[in-house]
């Protein structure tokens, strides 16, 4: 294999260590490969006194990475018994961990698409820098999956209702909506990337950053956040359309219309995840959470369905069962918090 066809490429350049997601074709879609490789190239650069600064980026034009390799889950829930995909999420949320508590700075570069499991490797790096570029999600509901990789943890801690919000409509948004939402650090314009990059590795963090980072273009976000807050305080996803119908802004409306196409299973576990991470505080519990949440994703209907529907045959027409929020009790919900003995995660373990 050529090293152009690696999936991840790594290469030291004075003080930094760069990580380059390389499957551009897949938007560098997240496969346990990848995980794995990220993981040991963290181990090592810790105990390298060269490397001061670990740098991730992407390759190719379109984004930093449009999530994990969900085709593949889609297969295994699907033909498999589920084992490869909790392998794959056992160790990918091992690094989002890791990630959060790395000792070196970890400048994640989050450019043009990140979403997903992209968020996952980035969003808990100690610095993150979006640009004119930027879009970033957590769009699971609209597979019938629900936000991971801590991604309910991030949003459970976005000002007002906010994060709720962005969960349950899995919405897109741009640099100054991830900064008021604290999904990212610092604004540098992407014609200044590369620049950044040789200041990384020639100066400590903050000074390269000092050369580069620009007041961020304004979201849209804070603007809302009177209705958002409004709306989404409800205790139920049921009254939380209502609400959102009833409000008189056309973006509450438009909200509402995002919510009934989306899973109403994942909509109702998603809400429990997002105020349950909010009790459960740090992030290793959360991604506790979130493992028992994924793995009982696997058994359902949803997934399967939403992917097939949206990434396979694009017909866009996914028939989720059941097909009704009214439809979904609160058992079914609790199905996907139970513990899961021998098999949980361990973070809690790990301190």
Not at 190 to 198: M, T
């Amino acid at each position: 294999m050529s090293g152009t066809e690696e999936p991840v490429l790594f290469r030291t350049t004075g003080r930094a260590a760069l990580i380059t997601l390389n499957r551009p074709r897949a938007l560098n879609a997240l496969n346990h490969e990848m995980v794995r490789r990220i993981d040991a190239a963290l181990t090592a650069w810790v105990h390298d006194p060269r490397v001061e600064t670990v740098v991730l980026t992407g390759a190719g034009e379109r984004g930093l990475c449009a999530g994990g390799d969900i085709r593949a889950v889609h297969d295994d829930a699907r033909d498999g018994d589920g084992t490869a995909s909790a392998a794959f999420w056992r160790d990918e949320y091992h690094l989002n961990a890791r990630i959060a508590r790395y000792p070196k700075p970890y400048v994640a570069l989050m450019d043009g698409i990140v979403m997903g499991g992209g968020v996952g490797v980035s969003a808990h790096g100690s610095v993150r820098i979006v640009t004119e570029r930027s879009r970033i999600a957590m769009p699971e509901t609209g597979i019938g999956f629900v936000p991971d990789v801590g991604g309910t943890h991030l949003l459970a801690r976005g000002p007002g209702e906010s994060g709720t919000h962005l969960a349950l409509t899995g919405d897109q948004i741009g640099p100054g909506d991830a900064l008021w939402c604290g999904l990212a650090d610092h604004y540098v314009p992407s014609g200044e990337l590369p620049a950044l990059l040789d200041d990384l590795a020639a100066l400590p963090v903050p000074d390269a950053l000092a050369r580069h980072v620009r007041p961020s273009p304004r979201g849209e976000l804070a603007e809302q956040r009177e209705w958002i807050d409004a709306c989404y305080t409800a205790g139920t996803v049921e009254e939380i359309t209502r609400r959102l119908l009833a409000y008189g802004s056309p973006e509450a409306k438009e909200a509402a219309q995002t919510l009934f196409s989306r899973s109403p299973t994942a909509l109702k576990v998603t809400l429990a995840a997002v105020r349950r991470a909010r009790r459960l505080g740090s992030l290793e519990r959360v991604l506790e959470q979130e493992y028992r949440v994924s793995c009982a994703a696997l058994g359902g209907h949803d997934l399967v369905e939403g992917v097939r529907a949206q990434i396979i045959d694009k017909d866009r027409n996914p028939r989720w069962s059941p097909a009704t929020l009214a439809e979904v009790t609160e058992a079914d919900v609790e199905r996907f918090f139970a513990p899961l003995g021998d098999r949980e995660l361990g973070l809690d373990a790990l301190g």
